[in-house]
């Protein structure tokens, strides 16, 4: 028999689940990835957004309740509705049925590479004790390494792919369960239009890997 929560709490964690997606989790991949691409442009601009970001007051009390704690939040919530659903895309071979599954798949492979990534930069950043304008060069060559190999970059496509896809239906999904579009045209054109989101973040994401694979750069701490 499979564990539910009771029905008076259901709706309400749904609804915090789908919200934790966009804001503050979404909202989170939409940053890294723009700071992150800053690489394609230079070095020294890229290490430039990590100081910024990296000397921000109570750094670690916004990450651990601003995005670990939701992200948590709502990883569990994805992983209990992988646990109740009942996977009917043989039967029923409709899109949305498909993106459905696919979002749950995305989920799970997400979840595992956020484990890797942030066991791989922030771990060591905290444990180490690379604050500040130190975290730049640090970082910047855990991620050099990173995208040494083949095996890396393939890591770090597989998990933008995934959490590219997964933001930008779970996008879609959240405007339909929260009422702000209604109708089959509205749906459908909405779906293109957060679509063309995850591409544009898919292109950050790849294009991020591709400077780092091809165009290693040290940097030395900012003053």
Not at 45 to 52: L, S
Request: with cysteine; charged share 10%; proline share 4%.
């Amino acid at each position: 028999m499979k564990f539910r929560i009771p029905d008076r709490y259901h709706f309400l964690l749904l609804k915090l689940h789908s919200l934790t997606g966009i804001v503050p989790v979404g909202l989170f991949l939409v940053v890294h990835l723009a700071f992150n691409s800053l690489r394609t442009v230079g070095a020294s601009q890229y290490q430039f957004g990590i100081d910024i970001i990296n000397n921000i007051p109570f750094l670690i009390l916004i990450e651990v309740f601003g995005i670990y704690v939701p992200l948590l939040f709502h990883s569990a919530m994805g992983f209990y509705l992988t646990f109740l659903a009942k996977p009917n895309i043989k039967i029923y071979r409709y899109p949305r049925n498909a993106l459905y599954t696919m979002q749950r798949v995305t989920g799970a492979i997400v979840f595992v590479f956020l484990v890797y990534h942030v066991g791989t930069t922030f771990v060591p950043k905290m444990f180490y004790g690379k604050h500040l304008f130190e975290a730049a060069p640090f970082l910047i060559d855990i991620m050099n390494q990173e995208f040494e190999t083949w095996g890396g970059r393939l890591i770090y496509l597989i998990g933008i792919f995934s959490a590219t896809f997964h933001f930008a239906n779970g996008l879609w999904g959240f405007c339909v369960s929260w009422g702000l579009i209604v109708g089959r045209n509205a749906q459908r054109n909405a779906g293109f239009a957060f679509a063309f989101v995850g591409l544009v973040l898919t292109f950050w994401g790849v294009a991020t890997v591709w400077e780092f694979s091809v165009n290693p750069v040290s940097v030395e701490p900012n003053m």
